[in-house]
């Protein structure tokens, strides 16, 4: 019920140019998390506790979410959709060939927009980006909307287990070993 809602949804969206070409940005650009490296590097463009507090959130948000993401994945063993037909508007979009839930694009956007951001303000800025990222999955056909909303659940989740642990190894603003830079 919940997949063919979300089809039908995105079936309406289909076909429109602005909607095909941002579907596709949105996906190519959280493909092996571009847009979480880009977002990371440009909070540690200065030296100092920023810059570590970054690389570590990375760190640990991409190798967490892969991890997960790869046992659940092994686990579950779900068919993608049929994904013939989806207008890209000539923009190239990598189709993934291994099971279908949880969305691993999904799971690390939300992974990574609770971990990375440190104010509330970009927080909600990443978190938008993680449910772009979603909908982008369900609209090319890559997935179905309950892998997407399991690939959110999961990474909210799992971002919100793993920020403690960033906290104490790269605590704010010291970071490392507790004393000012």
Known sequence: MVDETGERWAASLRGRRWVDVCAAVVSNLSDHGAIWVLTAAVKARRPGPARRRAVFAL?????????????VKKVVGRTRPEHAGVPTNGLPIRMPSSSSFPSGHTLAAFCTA??????????????????AVAASRVHLRAHHLSDVLGGAAIG??????VRPLLSVLCPRPGCGRGRAE
């Not at 990375?116 to 970009?122: A, C, G, Q, V």
């Open 59 to 71: 760190a640990l948000a991409g190798t967490t979410s892969y991890g997960v993401n790869r046992a």
């Open 114 to 131: 609770v971990v990375l951001p440190d104010h509330p303000s970009t927080r909600l800025a990443a978190l938008s980006f993680a449910a």
């Open 156 to 161: 909210a989740a799992l971002g919100t287990l």
